[in-house]
């Protein structure tokens, strides 16, 4: 997996580290060889994955979807999911 860090301070809070790590290996179980963009913003973090094939498109979103709701983390998910064949996502 690439994973790429746009913006990111110096030290991360415990709380978003362990759910950045946590993210990353739901993600990482389901397809090794994807791309993985995250950017700290004033309001949040912004999730980019560019699955390695189409065929992880639906089991990433699924996974991420559950992964979030156990949390009770709310996203602000992009519409072009199937356009694009890359799931972005803010929280």
Same mark, same amino acid.
């Given at each position: 997996?690439?994973?790429?860090?746009?913006?990111? $301070?110096?030290t991360l809070p415990d709380n978003e580290e362990t759910y950045i790590s946590l993210l990353i290996g739901y993600i990482e179980s389901? *397809? !090794?060889?994807?791309?993985l !963009? #995250?950017?700290k913003l004033r309001e949040g973090y912004h999730f980019r994955i560019a699955p390695s094939t189409p065929k992880y498109?639906? $089991?990433?979103?699924? !996974?991420?979807?559950?992964?979030?709701?156990?949390y009770? #983390?709310?996203l602000d998910m992009s519409k072009s999911?199937?356009?694009?064949?890359? #799931? *972005?996502?803010?929280?």
């Open positions: 997996m690439y994973i790429n860090k746009r913006f990111f $301070p110096d389901i *397809d !090794e060889l994807c791309y !963009e #995250i950017s498109s639906q $089991p990433l979103l699924k !996974e991420i979807l559950k992964f979030n709701n156990k009770g #983390i709310h999911i199937k356009v694009t064949n890359s #799931i *972005d996502f803010l929280i």
